[in-house]
């Protein structure tokens, strides 16, 4: 059914993540948290998998919540990784799920590559933490390989294992070449879905780059730009509010929700969009 547009002066968050990739909480439960809160729009987007939706449907049907089925595709755009939300999407279309299987090589590859960079450290080289993250996480990352890193003590936080470890320069550090962001527009387009640019504020592109990005995503089909996220600084807010408007892309709320317990992506987010943004929400015509 459509969307009653009422729901568009509620809390809506349409960019989440659960175990099934870098969350620490299963769908079920992430669910649950969005009910305390409130939520009334929900969409799951794990990092390159559809596997969490089924259980996060069900749990938003048993919770009264509109389910949005979502995906986060990794891409890259001029040597830099640049996240494409799918939003709307048939979990069973056959190009999508190519194109998420490549994608998952690609981590699962990585994760080995880093891991053989690891055991080049005394303290690591009687552990392989690459074998650990595999056997446990579907869509391996690097946060897997920093909470590891955090659990047996080589480092503080995950942040501080990025900057020990993981990080550019840093004895862990493997670039990885994504697809293109053109690729993962269409893969969203072949499941029906509208293609959002994530957290365009958080990439390291000048203000020129980021409008000719966000041109070409465009271009290539791409429906909407996440305008509504925790932390946006009123500069960030504005100019990715120019260039919605300059581009016809429609707007999404997001919290980009991991885990618990960090107050600067709190799940849930007001839907109340800035002036002339029309919400991605009434692009989509089914829950």
């Not at 659960?18 to 799951?44: F, H, N, Y």
């Not at 690891?118 to 690591?124: D, G, N, P």
């Not at 504005?238 to 992506?265: I, T, V, Y």
Request: hydrophobic share 45%; aromatic share 4%; charged share 20%.
């Amino acid at each position: 059914m459509a969307y009653d547009t009422r729901l568009m002066s509620g809390l809506i968050d349409l960019h989440t993540h659960s175990t099934w990739s870098d969350g620490t909480l299963a769908p079920a439960v992430l669910v649950q948290l969005a009910m305390q809160r409130k939520v009334e729009v929900l969409a799951l987007t794990d990092h390159d998998t559809t596997l969490g939706l089924a259980e996060a449907s069900a749990a938003c049907a048993a919770a009264g919540i509109a389910f949005v089925s979502g995906v986060e595709i990794t891409a890259g755009w001029r040597g830099q990784e640049i996240h494409i939300v799918g939003l709307g999407i048939d979990p069973d279309s056959p190009a999508l799920q190519q194109h998420l299987a490549h994608l998952v090589q690609l981590r699962r590859d990585r994760i080995v590559a880093i891991g053989a960079r690891l055991r080049r450290e005394r303290r690591f080289a009687d552990r392989d933490l690459a074998a650990e993250v595999l056997a446990a996480a579907p869509v391996p990352t690097r946060m897997h390989l920093a909470r590891r890193i955090v659990a047996i003590g080589a480092a503080d936080t995950t942040q501080d294992a990025f900057d020990r470890y993981l990080g550019r320069g840093c004895v862990g550090h493997v670039p990885q070449e994504w697809p293109t962001v053109e690729a993962a527009v269409a893969a969203i387009r072949a499941a029906g879905g509208q293609a959002v640019l994530a957290h365009a504020h958080r990439y390291k592109l000048s203000g020129g780059a980021l409008r000719n990005l966000c041109a070409e995503f465009a271009g290539w089909g791409g429906s909407a730009l996440e305008v509504s996220l925790p932390g946006l600084s009123p500069g960030d807010a504005s100019r990715l509010a120019s260039l919605a408007r300059q581009h016809s892309l429609a707007g999404s709320a997001a919290s980009d929700f991991h885990e618990p317990g960090l107050p600067w992506r709190p799940l849930g987010r007001f839907a109340k969009l800035p002036d002339g943004i029309e919400p991605i929400l009434l692009r989509i015509p089914h829950v």
